[in-house]
């Protein structure tokens, strides 16, 4: 069984910086490629980030591209995503998601990962 659980929301104002944490368990020999994704009351699930397991290629939304930066720690089987320049608009519930591969790939798309975690709140105050 494979549990990911996030950490690190919580209540900022805009302009200042959080840094999530999402930690994996269970099958935690395998590689993972990881995503965090959000989602705002009223609207959908949108990716906001993603990582290859080796943690040597990411990719990010144009929203968050330049305030927010996703890495790995694989000796902690933890992903982290530190947000700066926070704006109001970031205000949301934030998961992380993974996916079993040795692949160099990462996705966009939430159907492509299989574990998922029940998410953090993070509030940006204005």
């Known amino acids: 069984q494979v549990q990911l659980v996030e950490s690190g929301g919580g209540l900022v104002q805009a302009g200042g910086s959080l840094r999530l944490s999402c930690a994996t368990s269970?099958?935690?020999?395998?590689?993972?490629?990881m995503g965090w994704f959000r989602q705002a009351p009223g609207k959908e699930r949108e990716f906001v980030a993603a990582?290859?397991?080796?943690?040597?290629?990411?990719l990010y939304a144009d929203s968050v591209r330049g305030r927010f930066t996703i890495s790995r720690d694989n000796a902690k089987n933890t992903v982290y995503l530190q947000m700066n320049s926070l704006k109001s608009e970031d205000t949301a519930v934030y998961c992380c998601?993974?996916?079993?591969?040795?692949?160099?790939?990462?996705?966009?798309?939430?159907?492509?990962?299989?574990?998922w975690g029940q998410g953090t709140q993070v509030t940006v105050s204005s």
């Open positions: 998601a993974g996916r079993i591969t040795t692949a160099p790939v990462m996705g966009r798309g939430a159907s492509w990962y299989d574990y």
């Open positions: 269970g099958r935690t020999s395998s590689a993972y490629a």
């Open positions: 990582i290859t397991w080796s943690g040597d290629r990411t």
